[in-house]
């Protein structure tokens, strides 16, 4: 199992990390705020330089405001 962040899979995931985000109406800074981190943090994960654990992805859907599970169904869609 490739676990590269330059996997296909891994940019279709820091792609849906974008999109949730934007979608949810927050800026980079907003989620970092949320998320007691640095916009750098938040822009690495999404440019997909930075791997995220699910404990840190269940985070980032709170923050969001949607659930971890609805993100997962999505990204399986996609894959």
């Known amino acids: ?3 590269s962040i ?3 899979r891994y940019s279709l995931f820091a792609q849906l990390l974008r999109a949730a985000r934007e ?3 927050f800026t980079q ?13 938040i822009s690495k ?3 997909g330089e930075r791997r995220l654990d699910v404990v840190e992805l269940c985070s980032w859907c709170e923050a969001l405001g ?3 599970g609805e993100f997962v169904a999505e990204l399986e869609k996609k894959l």
């Open 23 to 25: 979608e949810a109406g």
């Open 29 to 41: 800074e907003e989620v970092a705020a949320r998320l007691e981190t640095t916009q750098t943090f």
């Open 66 to 68: 949607i659930p971890a």
């Open 6 to 8: 330059y996997s296909r």
């Open 45 to 47: 994960c999404e440019r």
């Open 1 to 3: 199992m490739e676990k």
